[in-house]
């Protein structure tokens, strides 16, 4: 039995298609932001840059209208395949890993070990959208692996994802993910949550 068997993982590739991934990247990529909040409560001012040291990224309404109604598409599929029932998720987050940034290990909502409003978040999703390199090399990045946590009712293991750009991976909310330090280079992702 392989470690993805053992983590309830959904892997969607091409989920952006090559076009709608370079424009939404060389968006990203002129856009500025600010450090993310934990858990995503940026008003509330939770950075914690020993925790989560990140970059949110401003972009424009019309991209980010793009992928929600790409992520809208796809909420029977997830629907299906978790289980669950869905009202619906959230606003997508543009993030810029830069060289040493890093998310530890954490859980995205869906526990009771979370006490905000996360806590209602079903389904994690993560849309990778430039290439790892073990060499630095353009539009390349090194490090960073999304790396999932499980075996807690048997053995232990974790689990590093390299997925090609475009592609989308999607697990339960409580499961227990981290993303390692960058290396060198910039990581560009999507996230967003199904409720």
Known sequence: MGLKSMIDLLVIKDFLDATTREEILAEMRLSSGDLAAVYGKQDAGAIDTRVRKVTRLVISSGASDRVMRQLLNCKGAIEEYFG??????????????????????????????????????????????????????????????????????????????????????????????????????????IVSWYR
Request: some cysteine; hydrophobic content about 35%.
């Open 84 to 189: 669950i029932t869905s009202s619906g998720c959230e606003e997508p987050q543009f993030l810029r890993y830069n060289t040493g940034d890093f998310f530890v290990a954490h859980q995205d909502g869906n526990t009771p070990l979370i006490l905000d409003d996360s806590r209602l978040r079903k389904v994690s999703v993560v849309i990778l959208l430039n290439r790892q390199s073990a060499e630095p090399a353009p539009d390349r990045y090194g490090g960073g692996a999304l790396i999932l946590h499980g075996g807690y009712c048997g053995p232990s293991f974790h689990l590093p994802l390299e997925a090609d750009p475009g592609t989308l991976v999607a697990f339960r909310a409580e499961t227990t993910h981290e993303v390692a330090p960058v290396t060198h280079g910039e990581r560009y992702t």
